[in-house]
């Protein structure tokens, strides 16, 4: 179906619409979406725990995924990909990589791009895919009351279930979606019960990340 996007140049938004319908009936509210206490870099190494083969870091900055891979030796073949040439990485763009991957790694990337570009942006990594690899992405949760706009940067917002959508309309399947909060301790733990059917009011969440894993298809 992904192939149909580039159809006269235009991106089919009705169909893509469909899926992040389905996408919403699957997580129909962001509260009864699976919710995991973790920093960024236990959930990638918890993450990355059964995963075996050649791994693309798709806006790699210091490369600490390449480090955490790293510690399991030569079970995952790391490569990274920036756009920051100050720094050491395997590519610049993502033009000029030709190989496939059995993985690919997309950390806080997406929500930097128009909706149009991340659009083409994901089928590109689709094409870079082994068929059954997976794509790991985390982006802002935009429940949170601050999470996306905090970096000026950030260009897209994505609901979970748009994103979930999106990434289901180019032909990935098994979208597991995740909200991630990095404080851990009791304390908050309690607050988020006690405090859960006011924030259900008020439409917001305390988690500030969203973690998604698909598969593409084979």
């Not at 990095?182 to 988020?192: E, N, S």
Request: aromatic fraction near 12%; charged fraction near 30%.
């Amino acid at each position: 179906m992904s192939d149909r996007i580039f159809q006269g140049g235009r991106i089919p938004w009705s169909d893509i619409k469909k899926k992040r319908e389905e996408m919403r009936k699957k997580y129909s509210s962001i509260f009864k979406t699976p919710l995991i206490y973790s920093t960024k870099r236990t959930l990638i190494k918890n993450t990355l725990r059964e995963f075996n083969g050649k791994l693309l870091d798709i806006g790699a900055g210091d490369r600490f995924v390449g480090e955490i891979c790293s510690d399991k030796g030569t079970i995952i073949e790391y490569k990274s990909m920036d756009a920051d040439k100050t720094r050491h990485h395997d590519y610049y763009t993502l033009e000029e990589i030709s190989e496939k991957f059995n993985g690919i790694m997309l950390l806080d990337v997406i929500e930097h791009l128009s909706l149009e570009e991340g659009v083409k942006f994901l089928h590109r990594c689709s094409e870079l895919l082994e068929s059954g690899g997976k794509i790991f992405l985390t982006v802002p949760n935009n429940f949170h009351p601050t999470a996306f706009s905090v970096d000026c940067t950030h260009i897209t917002s994505y609901r979970c279930h748009d994103l979930g959508g999106l990434l289901s309309f180019l032909g990935f399947e098994d979208v597991q979606i995740f909200r991630v909060s990095a404080k851990q301790k009791i304390k908050y733990r309690i607050f988020a019960v006690l405090f859960r059917p006011v924030m259900k009011w008020l439409d917001v969440d305390f988690a500030t990340g969203i973690f998604i894993t698909a598969k593409k298809a084979s």
